[in-house]
């Protein structure tokens, strides 16, 4: 597991404050939560109780039951308010009570809520208490809980996601490995906790494609689905349409003739997909070139989810039919290296967040993204609050990065309207000995090799 360890510290630092408080506590499934929490509660008097998908009542019985059993007491008056009134640290100290996936509760039960508010209060325990609530259903959180909590969603003094981790959180968990090696699983399980944690390291990455995702007991091979199936029902329209983007038909009218669904109904199962974060729509960098800017693109956003939809999914019957090694040399290694370019840009523009973060760029930085040209693509266009630019070109597949390389990124600036101080030039593999001796001439360009990532 990885150690969210700033997240551990923020909880310590709630916990040490004055006062009773509520803390929501919320990350996608897969975030290893559970195990952050059990490490957070180490030594802590605390309670700590799983919600299930159940009816109300049967809800009720089951946290009683784990009250009853941890304090050794009897309940008899079938209310939350009598749960909590019953659980107790044993001394001074504070108590953590945790109530994980509450939103299975707070979904039926509004009495739970009005109850967790007088434990914050010292209505019901008089001792100093720290209450975490948790869950994993982000969108509910996000775009749901507000309404169905109402004016008690004030009493939730402090609220911390657990975003997926980092390209250089990643680079930390394997550090017996080369940057060009982490990039590459970075492309296939993107920061997901759970998934970081089980990828073997002390494997290669074929290896760990065929055993994890291609084999039919791997722990990824029904991920895609099941993790779309948390959230959303009718998977046949849904798998339809991330099939279509996954071969790069990106635009409402190009997913409409291929799929045969109305516009009105890939336009609500789009913006389900994207309340989940499994796609998102690709938004060009705003520069004076918007004449020549492609609009209305989609994307897969969940790094697993794409490389499922890309490699494995049109493939189905072959999966089942060869061995995972003979799929993975028919059907994925051909294309992985250029697949990679998209997460290569993202790896490019996090390194360029963190040297603008420690004041390393030639401007401060307020803006970032990608222009995406009808003819042409900006890989990295970064802009400071008076618009001064730079912009970064980054290579993955092609064996060499050369100055013609540079003359075409040129002509796509021009399209673009761009005309930056500086062109940062990022390569997974060589600088051509032309380009570096341009380099040395024209100081706009800055050649970064990976290593130095």
Known sequence: ???????????????????????LLYGRDGCEKEGMLRIYLKDKKHFYYRARQASGP????????????????????????????????????????????????????????????????????????????????????????????????????????????????????????????????????????????????????????????????????????????????????????????????????????????????????????????????????????????????YQIRDHFINFWFRFVYPHLSDLYMLKPEEFYDRYIAPDIEEYMNRYFVQVCMEYMELMNRVDKLPIKVTKLGTWIGKQGTVDIVAQDAVRNTIVGSCNWSKPMMTAADVAGLAQTLKKARLAPKHIFLFTATEFAPELLALAQQDERFIPIDMKEL
């Open 1 to 23: 597991m990885i150690v969210r360890a700033a997240q551990i510290r923020s909880l310590n630092e709630n916990y040490e404050a004055q006062g009773n408080s509520i803390v």
């Open 58 to 297: 049967e809800q009720y019985r089951q946290m009683a039951a784990e009250v009853e059993a941890a304090y050794d007491v009897k309940l008899q008056k079938g209310t939350y308010n009598e749960i909590f009134n019953r659980v107790k640290s044993g001394d001074t100290t504070k108590l953590v009570v945790v109530i994980d996936e509450f939103q299975y509760i707070v979904k039926k039960d509004p009495e739970f809520m009005d109850a967790i508010i007088k434990l914050k209060d010292k209505k019901l325990y008089p001792g100093p208490v720290q209450i975490i609530l948790a869950g994993s259903d982000v969108a509910w959180v996000e775009q749901e809980m507000g309404d169905c909590l109402g004016e008690r969603v004030k009493k939730i003094k402090e609220t911390m996601k657990l975003t997926d981790l980092s390209f250089l959180d990643l680079v930390r968990a394997y550090p017996s490995l080369s940057v060009a090696e982490v990039v590459r699983i970075y492309g296939v399980i993107g920061g997901v906790s759970s998934y970081v944690s089980r990828w073997n390291p002390k494997m290669d990455f074929k290896t760990n494609i065929c055993r994890n995702v291609l084999s039919t007991y791997g722990w990824l091979h029904h991920e895609a689905e099941r993790y779309i199936s948390l959230r959303l029902r009718e998977l046949a329209v849904y798998e339809t349409i991330l099939t279509a983007i996954a071969a790069g038909n990106r635009k409402l009218n190009d997913l409409y003739h291929l799929t045969g669904f109305s516009r009105a109904k890939i336009s609500v199962y789009l913006r389900n997909l994207m309340e989940i974060d499994v796609i998102e729509k690709a938004d060009s960098f705003e520069t004076g070139g918007a004449r020549n800017t492609q609009k209305g693109l």
